[in-house]
């Protein structure tokens, strides 16, 4: 009976009601999230910490939190989710307004967030590991060895600082994605960031997709 009702119940959603059309939760593009998995199952056999860097209300954490679940790699496999959990650090948005042109308006972004209710919210998946940190202060080694690193916390400054330390704390063999590498908008400072880096280690940039910047450690 309650199967029957349930049934109906999907039939007006989906036939009458715009709540059964489906929709795209995530903020990253089916490129970037198929990069996360290849790059999760290339490095399944090493030992080491998967990091994101930058959370939001975290769409990509659940996502990679699901697949470890489907794969039941839930003992083996960690992620430490790292943000400061409120409005972007004033250091960073001044930057940007004084030295990189952009408007204050842009830049006032995720001070909804909140980290009990973020750590409440990720009670079901115990090997996500939640920390409130800067990125441009924070110890990467203390996490490390990393595999696999997604940072994007679009502006220039934190991901300028981020990404050397990052890149110590990662095996050999191991990657670092960064989103929002391209040229335009107000968070071409990752795009800025990522380029300034990749001519310091002296490689060449890796774009996977349309805004996704890739870098692999020797
Ligand atoms: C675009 S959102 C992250 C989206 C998330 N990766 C996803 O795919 O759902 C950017 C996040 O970076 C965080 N952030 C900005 N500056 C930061 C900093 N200096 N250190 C740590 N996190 C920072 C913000 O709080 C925000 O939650």
């Known amino acids: 009976m309650q199967k029957k009702l349930l049934e109906f119940l999907k039939l007006?959603?989906?036939?009458?009601?715009?709540?059964?059309?489906?929709?795209?939760?995530?903020?990253?593009?089916?490129?970037?999230?198929?990069?996360?998995?290849?790059?999760?199952?290339?490095?399944?056999?090493?030992s080491g910490s998967i990091v994101e860097i930058g959370v939001a209300r975290g769409m990509t954490t659940r996502f990679l939190a699901e697949h470890i679940m489907v794969e039941k790699l839930e003992n083996k496999e960690s992620i430490y989710a790292l943000d400061i959990f409120s409005n972007f650090q004033k250091e960073d948005v001044n930057f940007e307004i004084e030295n990189r042109g952009k408007h204050?308006?842009?830049?006032?972004?995720?001070?909804?967030?909140?980290?009990?209710?973020?750590?409440?919210?990720?009670?079901d998946f115990p090997f996500v590991k939640a920390i409130q940190a800067d990125c441009s202060t924070f110890d990467f080694n203390t996490i490390g060895p990393i595999k696999m690193s997604f940072?994007?916390?679009?502006?220039?400054?934190?991901?300028?600082?981020?990404?050397?330390?990052?890149?110590?704390?990662?095996?050999?063999?191991?990657?670092?994605?960064?989103?929002?590498?391209?040229?335009?908008?107000?968070?071409?400072?990752?795009?800025?960031?990522?380029?300034?880096?990749?001519?310091?280690?002296?490689?060449?940039?890796?774009?996977?997709?349309?805004?996704?910047?890739?870098?692999?450690?020797?």
Do not use: H
Not at 156 to 177: F, H, Q, R
Not at 186 to 196: F, I, K, P, R, V
Not at 205 to 218: D, E, M, N, S, V
């Open 151 to 218: 940072l994007d916390v679009n502006l220039y400054l934190p991901t300028k600082n981020a990404l050397p330390k990052i890149y110590e704390a990662t095996i050999s063999g191991g990657v670092i994605l960064v989103d929002d590498v391209i040229d335009e908008g107000w968070m071409d400072g990752s795009y800025q960031a990522y380029m300034e880096f990749c001519s310091d280690l002296g490689v060449e940039p890796i774009i996977i997709g349309k805004r996704c910047g890739a870098i692999y450690k020797p």
């Open 104 to 123: 204050s308006s842009d830049l006032n972004a995720y001070g909804y967030n909140d980290f009990n209710i973020w750590k409440k919210n990720f009670l």
């Open 12 to 46: 007006i959603a989906f036939r009458y009601l715009r709540i059964g059309k489906p929709n795209y939760p995530f903020l990253l593009d089916p490129s970037q999230l198929a990069q996360l998995i290849v790059e999760f199952e290339r490095l399944k056999s090493q």
